[in-house]
């Protein structure tokens, strides 16, 4: 099995800046792609930003120039630093990963549980 583990949400004010971390482990071959979505009450479930494995970015038009992703290949880690953060960026950040392992046939996505993030006055 893959286990998905995110940390590092919390309660930040406008303006201020959060960083995310996640990690892949288990019985992993080889992580490929992996990003962060997020989802906020009553609305899908969105990506925020993607990361190749050989570092190539994407991100949501709303969070450029305010989020940054970054990636550890070696520890099958990502993280996503938050600056300039507001209050539509209030939601559960949930971290995917597409890996190989051996326990599954293929390529599989993965999912954390995801990591709640307010931004409140």
């Known amino acids: 099995q893959v286990q998905i583990m995110e940390s590092g949400g919390g309660l930040v004010q406008p303006g201020g800046s959060l960083r995310l971390s996640c990690a892949a482990s288990?019985?992993?071959?080889?992580?490929?792609?992996m990003g962060w979505y997020r989802q906020a009450p009553g609305k899908e479930r969105e990506l925020v930003a993607g990361?190749?494995?050989?570092?190539?970015?994407n991100y949501a038009d709303s969070v450029k120039g305010r989020f940054t992703i970054s990636r550890d290949n070696a520890k099958n880690t990502i993280y996503l630093q938050m600056n300039s953060l507001k209050t539509e960026d209030t939601a559960v950040y949930y971290c995917?990963?597409?890996?190989?392992?051996?326990?599954?046939?293929?390529?599989?996505?993965?999912w954390g549980q995801g990591t709640q993030v307010t931004v409140s006055s």
């Open positions: 995917n990963a597409v890996a190989l392992s051996t326990s599954e046939i293929g390529w599989k996505n993965y």
């Open positions: 288990g019985r992993i071959i080889k992580v490929n792609d």
């Open positions: 990361i190749t494995i050989g570092g190539s970015t």
